[in-house]
């Protein structure tokens, strides 16, 4: 592999696509190759370099998901089990939902849980306690295993189910049970420790204009289980090998059996229009259905940063960037496809509206779609369908303000867009079996209101 092409590549489209810095790492043939091009910070002007660390953001859940299916293996644990059976002082609003969602549920984002609750509880040892505490209050978007929506929440929830078994705090059980056996030394979770390293900050603004540095580094500690840790490339791409690799650490000791590993990586759920996405959830991992063959990764988003993994079993090749602002999703679309063509033969797939959209009937979408953090508005203009999207939550001071044109693909399904500088993304209008309509967009339901 030649690595100085990768690196020249990199530079070109992150300069191309104003993200300030980013880390690219490479498995191929047994072999990890890194490089990085930009800065860390655009304030200060460091350079970042391979061995930076970057927020990876929700590609955390792996973690998380591999730690609960250790637990799976030990007998410690039930998938199919209600969570109240292991933590009896789990609670949502709904009643039903309480007493009947399991840890598949949460590993499949299936439970139907409000997902996008970040409820800061503080920097104690009780803080992921505190939290799943905090979640009584939840609704729900769906019933139970009704649908497939996003949620930050349960993994929260799943990574307390994780002390509570292992009696150790979630950081600490991912360092004893996860980090070490694999040799990922450069992987931390809380901020005193990222000090020890080179580390990004995230930069904000509007697609296609220049970013600048977040007034905020990261997420609270109580969101650890869903995405606080931080890791160069390098360390994201030994995690996918051990799942590569059978569930064996590259001393060879079992970290996670591999039929558990396999048991990851099925099918489970189905997303709405799947076909659009490409994509169908397995516990924890997406499995993609790409031109070439079948692909397993995740993606990560905090405050201003952004992390992409790919994973091609048959090739035994994984592919890790992480970005630190701008337009990284043009990068990753470019870099991987090129990347992915050359060394396993497969490709990204490109969604986009087509050249000549069909007709629609707008008004059978018009109207409010709310969900926890999230309000949104669909409305219908000279024959035109427009989305504006706005954070209610904790977070709702550093999140843009969504606007995007929908461009009709075929019956309920649109392509969306802030503006051109930005890739399209599906938006799906589809009901449940019990005819509530919802919005599926980003990988969220949202019933109408």
Not at 182 to 211: N, Y
Not at 318 to 338: M, S
Not at 354 to 370: E, F, I, N
Request: glycine share 10%; with cysteine; aromatic share 6%.
């Amino acid at each position: 592999m030649d690595i100085n092409h990768w690196q020249r590549r990199l530079t070109e489209l992150c300069e191309a696509h104003r993200v300030p810095g980013a880390s690219l790492a490479v498995l191929v043939d047994g072999e990890i190759h890194e490089c990085a091009t930009g800065v860390l910070h655009r304030g200060t002007g460091v350079e970042a370099t391979a061995d930076s660390l970057f927020q990876i953001g929700s590609i955390t859940k792996l973690y998380t998901a591999t730690l609960i299916m250790q637990l799976v293996a030990e007998g410690a644990l039930d998938l199919d089990a209600p969570v109240v059976s292991v933590l009896p002082e789990f609670a949502v609003a709904d009643a039903v939902a309480t007493k009947t969602v399991t840890p598949r549920h949460l590993l499949s984002h299936t439970s139907g849980i409000d997902g996008d609750f970040f409820h800061d509880t503080g920097r104690g040892d009780d803080c992921v306690a505190a939290y799943v505490a905090a979640c009584a209050r939840l609704g729900q978007i769906h019933p139970p295993g009704a649908t497939m929506s996003y949620c930050n929440s349960g993994f929260t929830v799943l990574g307390r189910i994780v002390e509570v078994l292992t009696g150790r705090v979630w950081d600490d059980a991912l360092r004893e049970r996860l980090l070490d056996p694999i040799g990922a030394r450069s992987t931390v979770t809380l901020p005193e420790d990222v000090l020890r390293f080179r580390s990004a900050l995230g930069h904000l603004g509007e697609p296609g204009d220049e970013p600048v540095p977040s007034p905020v580094w990261g997420l609270s500690r109580s969101a650890g289980p869903a995405g606080t840790i931080n890791a160069t490339a390098a360390d994201v791409v030994r995690f996918a090998r051990l799942h590569l690799d059978g569930g064996r650490a590259p001393d060879g000791t079992v970290v996670l059996p591999a039929e558990r590993v396999a048991e990851m990586h099925r099918p489970f759920v189905q997303l709405p229009a799947s076909h659009a996405h490409h994509m169908c959830w397995g516990l924890g991992w997406i499995v993609y259905d790409w031109p070439g063959g079948r692909v397993h990764g995740h993606d990560g988003a905090t405050v201003g940063q952004k992390a992409y993994l790919r994973v091609v079993p048959e090739a035994g090749v994984a592919v890790a960037l992480l970005t630190n602002g701008g337009v990284p999703a043009e990068v990753y679309q470019r870099l991987f496809t090129e990347l992915l063509t050359e060394h396993a033969g497969v490709a990204v797939p490109n969604f986009e509206p087509p050249a000549d959209p069909p007709a629609a009937d707008l008004s059978r979408y018009v109207g409010s779609y709310v969900r926890e953090g999230y309000d949104v508005q669909v409305t219908e203009r000279d024959g035109v369908l427009n989305l504006r999207g706005e954070s209610t939550g904790e977070l709702a001071s550093i999140n843009a303000v969504t606007n995007a044109v929908l461009v009709p693909v075929e019956d309920g399904l649109f392509a969306a867009r802030r503006n051109e500088h930005e890739p399209w993304a599906p938006v799906v209008f589809y009901t449940l079996p019990d005819g509530t309509p919802y919005l599926h967009f980003g990988m969220r339901a949202t019933p109408r209101s």
